[in-house]
């Protein structure tokens, strides 16, 4: 059983920045690519950003491009990923997700997901 949990969310201004964790449970963390989503009110969750499990591949949704980072490190079995010049409309749950398929932007490519962690972003 594999256990995902998030943390670092939090309020922030527009412009600001939060930097989000993603801990795993388990010794087969290192063995798979990883995703953050989000799920803002009343709309479907949708992809983020995704890495490879050895961190030399990464993908990002065109809403991430330039402002948010994703990166891990497998000796602490631990997903980040860094949020900068945050706008109002990244504001909502952010998971992490374990990849078992290689299209990372569909939700069904991953098996486990982590309880979430709100960012709320203000104007």
């Known amino acids: 059983q594999v256990q995902l949990a998030e943390s670092g969310g939090g309020m922030v201004q527009a412009g600001g920045s939060l930097r989000l964790s993603c801990a795993a449970s388990g010794r087969t963390f290192s063995s798979y690519a990883m995703g953050w989503f989000r799920q803002a009110p009343g709309k479907e969750r949708e992809f983020v950003a995704g890495i490879s499990w050895s961190g030399g591949i990464i993908s990002y949704a065109d809403s991430a491009k330039g402002r948010f980072t994703i990166s891990r490190d497998n000796a602490k079995n631990t997903v980040y990923l860094q949020m900068n010049s945050l706008k109002p409309e990244d504001t909502g749950v952010y998971y992490c997700?374990?990849?078992?398929?290689?299209?990372?932007?569909?939700?069904?490519?991953?098996?486990?997901w982590g309880q979430g962690t709100q960012v709320t972003v203000s104007s």
């Open positions: 997700a374990r990849a078992v398929g290689s299209n990372w932007s569909r939700r069904r490519e991953y098996d486990y």
